[in-house]
């Protein structure tokens, strides 16, 4: 088996399109201490690849303003997270070609990658930190780094 970096769950190459089957599999989704991912129930193990993360963030809610804002996302498997102490919102950079990749924590080692949609969403709604060139987003008050502020080249 097989989840692509879209969030489709694969089995001997063919897309599984029965969305009760792909949630009740992602119930029993694990990650071990090497990262990798497995099917785990309590009398059967078996492995499983994952392009990238085993969920995506397809739908954002958003409630109040500034520190106080709250970021309720959707994941393409019906589970919502506030993104908060427990749900951190994190961004990776390919160092290759400085692209983004964002995700946010869902459970247990589990991380959702943020959709591009999404992700316009938070880069709408990015401020500046005080204090420094970070632009993020508040959330159950914690703030999110999502970038840099580029400096000036004058």
Not at 26 to 35: H, M, N, P, Q, Y
Not at 91 to 104: F, L
């Amino acid at each position: 088996m097989r989840i692509g970096r879209d969030g489709t769950w694969y089995y001997r190459g063919s897309a599984i399109q029965r969305k009760p089957l792909v949630t009740l599999f992602s119930s029993v989704l694990k990650r071990d201490d090497e990262g990798q991912f497995w099917l785990e129930t309590p009398v059967e193990r078996g492995r499983i690849d994952v392009d990238d993360a085993p969920f995506v963030a397809v739908a954002l809610d958003i409630s109040g303003s500034g520190d106080a804002q709250t970021l309720i996302f959707h994941t393409n498997l019906d589970e919502t997270v506030t993104a908060g102490p427990d749900h951190p919102i994190r961004v990776d950079t390919n160092a290759e070609t400085g692209e983004p990749s964002p995700y946010i924590h869902i459970r247990e080692g589990l991380d959702a990658l943020i959709g591009r949609a999404v992700y316009y969403q938070l880069a709408d709604l990015a401020v500046s930190r005080q204090g420094d060139d970070a632009l993020g987003v508040w959330s159950a008050g914690q703030f999110f780094v999502l970038g840099w502020a580029a400096e000036d080249d004058d």
